[in-house]
């Protein structure tokens, strides 16, 4: 019997159960965009800002975890495509906001509502207290990754 309040435990389980959450994530990510002619990070980008419009460069880069000299790429390229435009500030012009056009806001809504649906599916075949372990959980993980990530930059 397992005994996941031991690390070597949990470790082991969690080594078999991450490859197919993974291989399951990106299966979907890739239906996701079928069709599309987007690639899954710019997704990621059209739907942080169709959520947080008005995003600076800083703010999205932080959002979908690139450098900002990445980001600033992305945005180029969504640009290019007619899915978001950049607008400055109106109190500091300093400032470059990013938006979508409504070309992109329709795209993002498309994404936003097929994830819903999938969502809706996982929702529904979960008895509501696993709905609430799996948000905790996740959650937690997140959290874990993050403080990881912090002290790996100071570490640096």
Do not use: C, W
């Not at 980001?71 to 607008?87: E, F, G, H, I, S």
């Not at 500091?92 to 936003?112: E, S």
């Not at 993980?141 to 570490?155: C, G, P, Q």
């Amino acid at each position: 019997m397992l005994d996941f309040k031991n690390a070597e435990d949990f470790t082991k389980v969690f080594q078999e159960i991450f490859p197919k959450l993974m291989h399951y994530l990106e299966t979907e990510e890739i239906k996701e965009s079928s069709g599309l002619n987007i690639t899954p990070v710019q997704i990621n980008a059209l739907l942080i800002l169709y959520l947080n419009e008005g995003l600076t460069m800083g703010e999205l880069s932080s959002e979908i975890y690139l450098a900002e000299s990445a980001a600033t790429r992305l945005v180029d390229r969504l640009v290019k495509m007619n899915l978001a435009k950049r607008k400055g500030d109106q109190k500091d012009r300093r400032i470059v906001r990013v938006y979508l056009t409504p070309y992109g806001r329709q795209l993002a809504n498309l994404v936003f509502e097929r994830r819903k649906s999938r969502f809706d599916n996982l929702a529904a075949r979960l008895l509501p207290e696993e709905r609430e372990m799996l948000v905790l959980s996740v959650k937690a993980v997140l959290r874990v990754f993050e403080e990881l990530e912090k002290e790996s930059a100071l570490d640096n």
